[in-house]
């Protein structure tokens, strides 16, 4: 082959593949021409063939999410009621009746629950729960739990569970027994005993921590353990873990109040004359700081949410205002306790005294948040009565700036 023709072809490629490729193509480029030729010649028929289809299909309904609704005190849901929304029942108990409904899920944080309806959800209740209807979700309670009816998800509480009815899941009490005398889809674990009575289903393994009772017809298809905690705390180190904080609740305030009054007893001292002697004056400063505070945390807070980077100096301010006000009313508090433990044990040291009335406070704090408050009436009256006394303690503080001045302003400060 000459050079020359060796150029033309590296110039031209081969005549003979490059007709190929130009047939190939010009094929293709007919078949398509031909397709939209005929699917347009077709266009009446197809949309024909589409709106009958759109007419015989049945229409998919939208699932729009369930909105959260709130509900004070007592909540009943009456037969052939449906709420339709995740229900919150604030300061009271709920009562599902036979044929009522609630679509989305239930959480009643101080209260007891009662589901002999439907509840298209999880259960959440802060008491005692009964479920003699339908759960379609988990069912868990801070107390004791009794499912007579039936639970789609696992069964969870604190205290004992009874289960009479079905569980498709899990049963676990963190801190009490069980008693199984239906059916229960998966594993039970408790803290405590358990019981499985005669028609006792258990479709997967137990695990107690206590004694465990089995009838001779009871069901247990897995793996079977009658002592060892199943990874939670026993009723007893549960009632342990909470009279140690409460120790340590008290030995702090006494220790704390006492280290105070031994500290500043002049400061202490004037300010418990002003709550005493100026209660109301303390209480109406105490008020007006609160509800100057706000405004202009407010005022603070708004220009870092236009502008985030001011978030970097706003976020400090308003945590300083946060801590004065906090030490204000811990400063009030302890001069108050100074007054409680004077009374309580007369005659002895300054700082006894005040140990004593600071152990008291704390005693007193500590048992109201160990028992805590049901019912959507006695929790606004214990909370209001709570703000009522930080008010007139720091106000006290507020009128002696923190003890260093008496009010009214007659003189010095008390050595």
């Known amino acids: 082959m000459s050079p020359r023709t060796r150029m033309h072809r590296r110039r031209h490629g081969r005549p003979a593949a490059t007709a190929r490729r130009h047939a190939g193509a010009r094929r293709l480029v007919v078949r398509a021409q031909s397709t939209a030729r005929a699917l347009w010649s077709a266009r009446v028929p197809l949309a024909l063939a589409l709106a009958l289809t759109a007419m015989v299909a049945p229409p998919v309904a939208a ?8 509900r004070f005190g007592d909540v009943v849901v009456a037969r052939g009621e449906v709420l339709a929304c995740n229900l919150n029942v604030v300061g009271g108990r709920l009562d599902v009746a036979a044929g009522g409904e609630v679509a989305g899920s239930v959480n009643v944080p101080f209260g007891d629950a009662h589901v002999a309806g439907v509840v ?29 009816g039936t639970v789609d998800g696992d069964v969870s509480a604190n205290g004992d569970i009874d289960v009479s009815g079905r569980a498709a899941g899990d049963v676990e009490s963190f801190a009490g027994g069980a008693t199984i005398a ?32 089995r009838a001779a017809g009871a069901q247990v298809l897995g793996p079977a353990a009658g ?15 909470k009279t140690l ?5 008290v030995l702090f305030g006494a220790l704390f109040t006492g280290l105070m009054a031994t500290v500043a007893p002049g400061a202490l001292a004037t300010v418990r004359a002003a709550l005493a002697r100026h209660a109301g004056m303390s209480l109406a400063a105490g008020t007006l700081v609160v509800l100057l505070i706000v405004p202009v945390a407010v005022m603070l807070a ?58 008291a406070g704390a ?33 006290a503080v507020w ?16 050595a």
């Open 302 to 359: 708004l220009p870092a949410v236009v502008m985030a980077s001011l978030w970097v100096v706003m976020a400090p301010l308003l945590g300083v205002l946060g801590v004065v006000w906090l030490a204000a009313a811990c400063f009030g508090a302890v001069a108050l306790g100074t007054g409680v433990g004077a009374a309580l044990a007369p005659g002895r040291a300054p700082a006894t005294q005040a140990a004593v009335g600071g152990g």
């Open 63 to 70: 699932q729009p999410a369930l909105e959260s609704c709130t």
């Open 245 to 249: 904080l409460v120790l340590s609740m």
């Open 399 to 414: 009128l002696t700036a923190f003890g260093n001045r008496r009010w009214p302003r007659t003189g010095a400060a008390p």
């Open 182 to 213: 239906g059916a229960v889809g998966g594993d039970v674990r408790v803290s405590g005993g358990l019981t499985l009575a005669e028609s006792a289903v258990v479709g997967g393994g137990f695990q107690a921590g206590g004694e465990v009772r």
């Open 363 to 395: 005693l007193a704090a500590a048992a109201a948040l160990m028992v805590g408050f049901r019912g959507w009436p006695l929790l606004c009256l214990v909370v209001g009565l709570g703000l009522l006394v930080l008010a007139w303690l720091s106000g």
């Open 120 to 148: 298209g959800g999880d259960l959440y209740a802060g008491g005692d729960a009964t479920v003699d209807g339908t759960v379609r979700g988990t069912a868990f309670t801070a107390g004791d739990l009794v499912v007579r």
């Open 227 to 241: 002592s060892g905690t199943p990874g939670a705390f026993p009723r007893w180190a549960s009632m342990a873990f």
